[in-house]
């Protein structure tokens, strides 16, 4: 019997926690596979370890991996794959597949449209956007941050996308707000590519609120959340795994 286990990234907030629960039950009872458990990477529980366990007490012979995750950065890559390799030593019998991340997808470019849309600010001719990414030395992570703030630029009336990130490389959000603030432009819309509220989310909210009314106007939107058009493609995610069966 095969089982699906979804592993999102775990956060110190309970209430992200809630949120990425909630989210990935709605998926499961969509997709109906007989086996499917939710664990954290980090930060919340149940971990990895218990997860697989779950699905091998329910009689599971194959585990196929999606992880819950906006990008392919070093948790996809190295940390997920490790710990699920160092934990199926307890498990021998049992194969292993390791499904993709959300990736870069339309569907996540209308959820930016949209949440650009609630904050109720009409966009003026010579706004602009950043775009907030989490943080990753990965180059392919860079490289998908650069490309969805030129998909944005392609579908929204900014007059200019920049990118900064939360940790891990260049340019820093504090890099970018600085930018952006001694800049010509009337506006800035400030878009955290980010799934759940947490201690980051909190931070970015802390220090718009405390610019000065100097240079252009700070409009932070909400974080991506987990939208329908989300599990739309984490659907897609794990109906690909769960057929093409790429071994971890």
């Known amino acids: ?51 697989i366990s779950t699905c091998v007490q329910q009689g599971a012979k194959e585990i196929v991996i999606v992880p819950v995750l906006l990008l392919a950065a070093a948790h996809v890559k190295k940390d997920i794959p490790n710990e699920v390799e160092r934990v199926s030593g307890e498990f021998p019998s049992i194969t292993f597949h390791m499904g993709s991340p959300l990736g870069v997808h339309d569907k996540l470019i209308s959820i930016i449209e949209e949440r650009v849309r609630e904050t109720g600010v009409s966009i003026q001719q ?34 200019k996308v920049s990118v900064c990130y939360l940790a891990a490389t260049i340019p820093t959000f504090d890099e ?42 700070f409009y932070l939107c909400h974080y991506l959340g987990y939208h329908e058009f989300l599990k739309d493609v984490l659907k897609e995610r794990v109906i690909e795994a769960y057929e093409m069966e790429v071994k971890v």
Not at 187 to 201: A, D, E, N, S
């Open 1 to 51: 019997m095969k089982a699906v286990l979804y592993i999102c990234h775990g956060s110190r907030v309970k209430e992200g926690r809630n949120q990425a629960v909630e989210f990935v039950e709605k998926c499961k009872k969509e997709l109906g596979y007989p086996i499917q458990e939710t664990c954290f990477l980090e930060l919340s529980k149940p971990d990895i370890y218990q997860g």
């Open 126 to 159: 010579d706004a602009s956007a950043l775009l907030v990414g989490r943080g990753s030395s990965d180059p392919d992570t860079i490289r998908d941050l650069d490309r969805i703030a030129r998909l944005i630029l392609e579908k929204m009336r900014f007059k």
């Open 176 to 217: 970018g707000i600085k930018h952006a603030k001694n800049g010509t432009n009337s506006q800035v819309f400030v878009i955290p590519y980010l799934l759940f509220t947490g201690v980051l989310m909190r931070e970015m909210e802390h220090k718009i609120s405390r610019l000065d009314g100097d240079g252009p106007d």
